[in-house]
Structures are given as structure tokens and as C-alpha cells.
């Protein structure tokens, strides 16, 4: 009886394991769901960045704008006009949020690298983190490095 | 004339059937928060949704209602570690304070329903609750003399559905908002913090990393976290501590009688486990500290918000 009680007190709690995916919607053209495997088969790159400790760590993955770009964001030369006042909203595990905007992201607007991070110097992020995180370089407070990412919602800000 | 008249008319059809509630809220809590556009508040389904939430009938042996686990004198909760339902057994979990839900949207201790409207729901027809069908409801009600009137003066006409009941319950209790504590006098300059509260305050802020998931006036976000509780695996919400000085016990379980015993767990005691936040504190914190700490929570007490007629049990 005391199994099946903690059992089902395992099943009510939010469940741990099966948060191995992204879900890409909103201002998309194409809806994505995306597992490791599929985040590994995009270009990787890696960026140097330091923690919130100051120590410097190599961070690879995949850059969120090649990801954003396949699913159909207004990305690179559709990025103009009212698309200007698209955002990103990135979601987490925890339900933890947070904003950028595309023209932080977008290369053609930037030379820095917004990853969407799945290792960190040669390692799967740990538990906690992983499997997919942010990493941005250009923060200098890292609190946008959103861990364990569960969503990617595109956004029009309202007029 | 004609003129005249079409003025008149477009007058008489553009005029609202109810008048809007205004919610008011200081504005550094800022307004992320989402009112159905089916359900809009408005002051005539306000008061039924304050009828319903002390209403008795809503129960499948009339001796429950949503007040009977969430009592004013207690922000809405019960001071019970579980709460007995109409069928007399316990809940499984402890009553959740109603302060602040306008800024809530996914409910109950671990986030499973999106929204008041489909929250409400629950807690009429579970077994252990109050454990009546919306159909019997809408019935029982409909054959009592005052409601078909307030729906008809919330909703339009006499029908009585448990649409409606959810909706008018969620519009009342978007209206409990609490934002005039001591913490909130101090954030505006009107109140001073004593030192044991101002040192109180550093240790939340700082070394107990309290503020992490507590900060912010609203003394919440809305985030799910494992807080190394023994036996606990998955993640709870992190609630309001808006007077949490009066909704002892403390946990998802109750299983904290009183503050202290709260600050003795963060303070020290986390089960370590792949689990837990990385956000929690692993600092001991001395006894000072939490003593300190304490004084400050004190000041998040409402006691206008557990006082306010508005709020109160209609009938009496």
C-alpha cells in the first residue's frame, strides 16, 4: 500500500524525466519538437564564455538563430519592417521565463552567438541544466542562460 | 429626430448589462496576468462569485463550500496540516492561500491546471472535497429562490449552468488581492522597518537566497522547484508568502508546523538528491539569522486583507 501511495505521489509531482524536448511555436512558419538527436544534427559551434563564478567554460551547441531559422522565423534578411517587434520567449522546466528579441539573436544583426547549449567543456550539460540551456556571451549577469529549456515561443509585441 | 433617435438607440445597445470591477493593485506588481475574455470582472459577478464561494449547496451533503478549507482569518487557508472533504476523508494535500491568484495561472501545489476557471472545478467535484457534480449544483441552486437572479444580473438571463458558477467563483477570487502589509508600507516609504526586520530582510535577500524564488513585491514567482523535502522527488509550486505568518502549516504536506521549523529546513537541513533547485541555499543560517528572518516575514502580514468586509461570508 505504501508503494502504490508513493507511486502515485511520484506520477502527481511534475515529472523529472520526461522533459527531453523544445517545442519551437508562435510567429513560426513551421512548428517544431525537437529531441537531442535532432538539436545534434544542426551545424555545432562552440563560444567561450565565463560562468557566474567568472570561470571560463567552453560551451558547445547549436546557435539558437540556425534553429529559429528552421522553423520558419523572419530571420537574417526578412528581419525588417514590423518583424522588428517580434520577441522570444524561452520557458523552462521550472517555468522560469525569459525575453529576447530577434535582432539580439539574428547574425546579421550581431557577431554575437546566442547558444542553445547541450555541452559544456566536452560534457552534456548536468541534470539541473541541461539537456538544453542558453548561453550568451553578451550578458554580462548570466540569468538569461535559462537551464533546462522546455519551449521556445515567438512572439509579436502588441500594437 | 432620426438622428436623435438612432443616438438613443445606439446609446441604449452600447451600454454595458454590468459594470466593470475595477481590480486595483499597486503598480509594482506589475500586470502579467491574463483575464479570460469570456470572463470578464464585473461587480454584479463579483458578489454572486463571493455567494457561491460561502455556498453550502455546493457540496454533495451541504456542509462544504470553497470557505470551508480557505478561510479569511487565515488568507484563505485553513490552519489544518490536510483539510476534510464532505465525504470526511483528508486531502492530500494543504490548502493553499487565495492572496494574490489574479497573478497565478497554473494551479494547485504542482501546477497541473492552467487557469481559476478550470481550477474551480476540482475542488466541487472531487470526492474528497465537496464532491458534487456542476449538473447536480446548477440544479440545487437553480430551485433556491436568490440565484436565478444574480446570475441573471451576472450573466444575463436566469440559467444557471456550472460554466457560469466557475466563472463567477474565478471573478471573486481574482478580486483577493492583498497588497497592504507592513512590507508593502516599507516598500512605498511609509513604514520603517524595525532592525530585526531590516536585518531580516538582508538575509532574505542575500545569504538564504530566499528572494531567488520570493522576491519582488509579490513575494512569488511562479516557478516549480524541488526543495529537498525527505521523500519528495518531483517539484511544488513556489507560493506567495503574503501572510504567511497566519497559513501555518508550511509545505505541500503541512508537515512544517510553524516558521521555525520552516527556517530549520532551508537554514540547514535540504535532503540532498539529483533534484533538488540548484537555486536553494546550502548556508546554515545561526539562530539570530533566523530569527531575524521571521521578523521580516511578519511584515508581510495583510491584516487589512483578512479583515476586508468585501471578502467576508455575505450572509453574515
Not at chain 1, 9 to 26: E, K, N, P, R, Y
Not at chain 1, 34 to 52: M, N, S, W
Not at chain 2, 154 to 162: D, K, L, T
Not at chain 2, 266 to 294: A, C, M, Q, W
Request: glycine share 6%; net charge neutral.
Amino acid at each position: 500500500m505504501k508503494n502504490i501511495l508513493t507511486i502515485t505521489f511520484i506520477i502527481a509531482c511534475i515529472d523529472l524525466s520526461a522533459q527531453s524536448t523544445i517545442t519551437v511555436s508562435g510567429e513560426v512558419t513551421k512548428q517544431l519538437k525537437l529531441t537531442q538527436q535532432d538539436i545534434g544534427k544542426y551545424p555545432q559551434v562552440e563560444v567561450k564564455a565565463k560562468d557566474r563564478e567568472g570561470k571560463e567554460h567552453t560551451f558547445k551547441g547549436t546557435a539558437l538563430a540556425t534553429v529559429l531559422d528552421s522553423a520558419g522565423v523572419t530571420l537574417g534578411k526578412n528581419l525588417r519592417g514590423e518583424n522588428l517587434a517580434k520577441y522570444v520567449v524561452i520557458t523552462a522546466a521550472d517555468n522560469y521565463q525569459v525575453v529576447y528579441s530577434l535582432a539580439e539573436i539574428d547574425p546579421e544583426f550581431t557577431s554575437n552567438t546566442v547558444l542553445l547549449c547541450t555541452h559544456v567543456d566536452g560534457n552534456p550539460l548536468p541534470k539541473g541544466e541541461g539537456p538544453f540551456r542558453i548561453v550568451n556571451p553578451a550578458d554580462k549577469r548570466p540569468a538569461r542562460w535559462i537551464r533546462e529549456i522546455v519551449s521556445i515561443r515567438i512572439g509579436f509585441a502588441k500594437p | 429626430m432620426r438622428a436623435v433617435l438612432l443616438a438613443l438607440i445606439f446609446t441604449f445597445t452600447a451600454l454595458p448589462r454590468n459594470e466593470p470591477y475595477e481590480l486595483k493593485y499597486p503598480a509594482n506588481f506589475g500586470s502579467r496576468f491574463t483575464i479570460p475574455a469570456d470572463n470578464p470582472i464585473t461587480k454584479e459577478g463579483v458578489a454572486l462569485g463571493r455567494m457561491l464561494f460561502y455556498e453550502e449547496r455546493l457540496s454533495s451533503n451541504n456542509t462544504r463550500s470553497c470557505a470551508s478549507c480557505h478561510k479569511q482569518e487565515f488568507a484563505f487557508t485553513d490552519n489544518q496540516r490536510f483539510s476534510f472533504g464532505a465525504d470526511g476523508t483528508p486531502t492530500n494535500r494543504n490548502s493553499m492561500s487565495l492572496a494574490n491568484v489574479l497573478w497565478v495561472n497554473k494551479f494547485f501545489w504542482d501546477g497541473r491546471t492552467e487557469g481559476l476557471e478550470q481550477q474551480a472545478i476540482v475542488p466541487m467535484t472531487d470526492p474528497h472535497e465537496m464532491n458534487q457534480s456542476l449538473g447536480t449544483s446548477s440544479k440545487k441552486l437553480t430551485q433556491t429562490k436568490v440565484y436565478p437572479a444574480l446570475f441573471e444580473k451576472a450573466f444575463g438571463s436566469r440559467e444557471i449552468n456550472g460554466d457560469r458558477i466557475t466563472k463567477a467563483i474565478s471573478q471573486f477570487e481574482r478580486t483577493l488581492i492583498s497588497a497592504n502589509s507592513k512590507y508593502d508600507q516599507y516598500l512605498n516609504k511609509e513604514y520603517k522597518l524595525t532592525e530585526s526586520e531590516q536585518r531580516g530582510l538582508v538575509v532574505f535577500d542575500t545569504k538564504g537566497n530566499c528572494a531567488h524564488c520570493h522576491g519582488g513585491p509579490k513575494t512569488f514567482i511562479e516557478l516549480f522547484h524541488n526543495n529537498g523535502l525527505d521523500s519528495v522527488q518531483g517539484r511544488f509550486r513556489v507560493p506567495t508568502l503574503r501572510n504567511i505568518s497566519v497559513t501555518a502549516p508550511y509545505m505541500h504536506d503541512g508537515r512544517f508546523k510553524d516558521l521555525s521549523e520552516v527556517l530549520n529546513h532551508y537554514g540547514g537541513h535540504i535532503i540532498e538528491s539529483e533534484n533538488v533547485s540548484p537555486f536553494l541555499s546550502r548556508l546554515s543560517l545561526t539562530e539570530d539569522e533566523k530569527k531575524d528572518v521571521i521578523s521580516f516575514l511578519n511584515t508581510l502580514t495583510d491584516t487589512e486583507f483578512i479583515n476586508n468586509k468585501n471578502f467576508s461570508d455575505p450572509d453574515l
